[in-house]
């Protein structure tokens, strides 16, 4: 069957469990602290680019205030346009934001470009390869493609542990994430 089709029909069934489980697991964003990998965690000055939660997304804010809190330098994407890779903003709490499509909150226009080492990745549905559903808009597919191709970059998925699935359909545009962080555990995907 269809790539696309299939995708289709597991986004649908983990949007609802999604929504379950942020119901479920209203501190989740900060439990993800407590879970996130000592090996990972960013030295000073590190750019790490975190996501503003929307909807029932797990909220990376928890932790993006703890790394900081420890002199990390924090970005956020923006959306530049359909079949465009997102572009990474200097950001610090308490800056102010404007909405983007879908109100998803984004740096101004004219905020600092930058190129992060470490990517927080909103995840809808993951399995234990790294595979992920997203929007489906491909934009952490082909941004993840891009800053894969520019140099190193570590990917980690934040989710729900609810929304760890056998198998995610997956093609050879998809590009799986090097961790999963949840509410419960770190899992370093196999290579
Ligand atoms: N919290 C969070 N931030 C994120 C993402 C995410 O998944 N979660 N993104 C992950 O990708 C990017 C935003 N993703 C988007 C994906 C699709 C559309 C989209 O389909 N927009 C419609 C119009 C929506 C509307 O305004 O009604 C369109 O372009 O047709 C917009 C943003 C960057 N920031
Ligand atoms: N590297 C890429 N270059 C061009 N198009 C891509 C790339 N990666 C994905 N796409 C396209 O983006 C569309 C959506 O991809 P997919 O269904 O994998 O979304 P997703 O992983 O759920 O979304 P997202 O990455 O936004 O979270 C597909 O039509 C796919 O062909």
Redesign the pocket.
Same mark, same amino acid.
Do not use: N
């Given at each position: 069957m269809f790539l696309s089709w299939r995708k289709k029909q597991a986004r649908k069934a983990a949007q609802a469990r999604r929504i379950l489980a942020h119901r479920t697991h209203p501190d989740a964003g900060r439990a993800l602290v407590a879970h996130f990998p000592d090996a990972l965690w960013p030295a000073i000055g590190t750019v790490v680019a975190g996501? *503003? &939660?929307?909807g029932p =997304?797990i909220d990376a804010g928890p932790l993006m205030e703890s790394f900081h809190l420890e002199q990390v330098r924090l970005a956020?994407?923006?959306?530049v346009g *359909?079949g465009q890779p997102?572009t990474f903003h200097h950001f610090s709490p308490g800056d102010s934001l404007i909405k983007?499509?879908?109100?998803?909150e =984004?740096p101004a226009e004219t905020a600092d470009h930058t190129t992060p080492k470490l990517v927080l990745v909103?995840l809808l549905a993951a399995d234990l390869r790294g595979y992920r559903l997203?929007?489906? &808009?491909g934009?952490?597919d082909m941004t993840l493609a891009a800053l894969r191709k520019a140099g190193s970059v570590t990917a980690v998925g934040l989710c729900y542990d609810e929304q760890i699935v056998a198998k995610v359909p997956a093609g050879r545009l998809d590009e799986p994430v090097d961790w999963i962080v949840t509410e419960r555990r770190a899992i370093r995907i196999a290579k």
């Amino acid at each position: 069957m269809f790539l696309s089709w299939r995708k289709k029909q597991a986004r649908k069934a983990a949007q609802a469990r999604r929504i379950l489980a942020h119901r479920t697991h209203p501190d989740a964003g900060r439990a993800l602290v407590a879970h996130f990998p000592d090996a990972l965690w960013p030295a000073i000055g590190t750019v790490v680019a975190g996501y *503003r &939660a929307f909807g029932p =997304e797990i909220d990376a804010g928890p932790l993006m205030e703890s790394f900081h809190l420890e002199q990390v330098r924090l970005a956020l994407p923006r959306v530049v346009g *359909r079949g465009q890779p997102l572009t990474f903003h200097h950001f610090s709490p308490g800056d102010s934001l404007i909405k983007g499509p879908f109100g998803v909150e =984004e740096p101004a226009e004219t905020a600092d470009h930058t190129t992060p080492k470490l990517v927080l990745v909103p995840l809808l549905a993951a399995d234990l390869r790294g595979y992920r559903l997203g929007y489906g &808009a491909g934009y952490y597919d082909m941004t993840l493609a891009a800053l894969r191709k520019a140099g190193s970059v570590t990917a980690v998925g934040l989710c729900y542990d609810e929304q760890i699935v056998a198998k995610v359909p997956a093609g050879r545009l998809d590009e799986p994430v090097d961790w999963i962080v949840t509410e419960r555990r770190a899992i370093r995907i196999a290579k």
